[in-house]
């Protein structure tokens, strides 16, 4: 049994009044694409249909009666989805969930449901051999491994409870481990801890899902990081601050599995107002050439340029991002649609995009979801 948490970010009032929007039924009817979008609500996964000629998105229903789901993962080939529930707890424990299904025809059907390591199960990442599944634990402050078997879930093979925090008093009293990554080669796995102000290094045994620590991160103090992404290069991260609204470019060390700053970008203008900003979420294009990054409570999406070979960074434009709190945001597969899932809007925001020049248009069009938190095309 599942016993529901809610961030204090998390507009509950909102997300019953929204929820009841969603038709209980499926449709699929071509060119349509499904689309499934993680909730913040006892109906934690969401079914949607995408029309990629006009870029809408159609409620097809609720996916999965899972709760409070942060964070969706395909398998390759999309034959298996996992999902990460940032619950208090799960099966009588104090840990969060992390969950599988089978995919058919658009469909769900549960295949396995087991403990985290803590409560707060917020992300979760699968290695690119797909027998190894990472989960991290914000509330908890920690991460499992569990072995995957077509499709399911094993207890948790290895965990760790982190333990160091950092200045910031509200945000970092604690660790908060946030997000998991694989190194390009799969010899190492990321964890990023946004109460530490750390990522954690490990070497990854994928026959095994055991992992073994290889190193930190230091990131600058009282920064948060929050997410860690490869560019398609093979050498170039890109780790999200979320506290101090930054981006650190780092040089990943094949040999070792190290990171090293090459830079950090400021995410907010000069004229930012003072006060609260989170940023969030990083989307690069499969090409390399373009990476964005979103930022919370000042909220936008920021486009840059990336250099194919070298991974830097030169700042287009801020833009629109539709809405309040933009936790999760995706290209479609065309790449020619930017969609967004704006948290305490409780609608995703979908842009058109010229994918020569990289630009996102200044509107798009609003599509009610109930506290997305991720989006995830099939």
Known sequence: MRNLS???FLKSASVVAVATAVPPTFSATPPRERVFVGSGTANGILAYDWNVATGELTPAGVAAQVPTVDWLTFSAGNKFLFAACEVDSFNGKPTGEVASFAVSEGILHPLSA?????????HIALDHTGRVLLSADYG??????FRVTNGKLGPAVWTEHYTVHGPDKDRQEAAHAHFCSFSPDNRFAYINDLGGDLIHIYRLDAATAQLARAGVYQAKSGAGPRTLHFHPNGHTAYSINELASTVDVLEWHKADGSLTRVTSIDLLPPDAPHGVSRACDTVITRDGRFVYFANRDIDFLYAFKADAKSGALTPMRRSNCGGKIPRN??????????LVANQDSNWISVFAR????????????NYTAPTPMRILFA
Not at 114 to 122: L, P
Not at 329 to 338: K, Q
Request: hydrophobic content about 30%; charged content about 30%; proline content about 5%.
């Open 329 to 338: 945001f995706v290209l479609d597969p065309t790449e020619r649609w930017m």
């Open 114 to 122: 087991q403990n985290s390591a803590a409560k707060g199960t917020c």
């Open 140 to 145: 908890g402050g920690s991460a499992a491994s």
């Open 6 to 8: 809610r961030r204090k």
């Open 354 to 365: 010229d994918p020569v020049t990289g630009g996102l248009a200044d509107e798009g069009k």
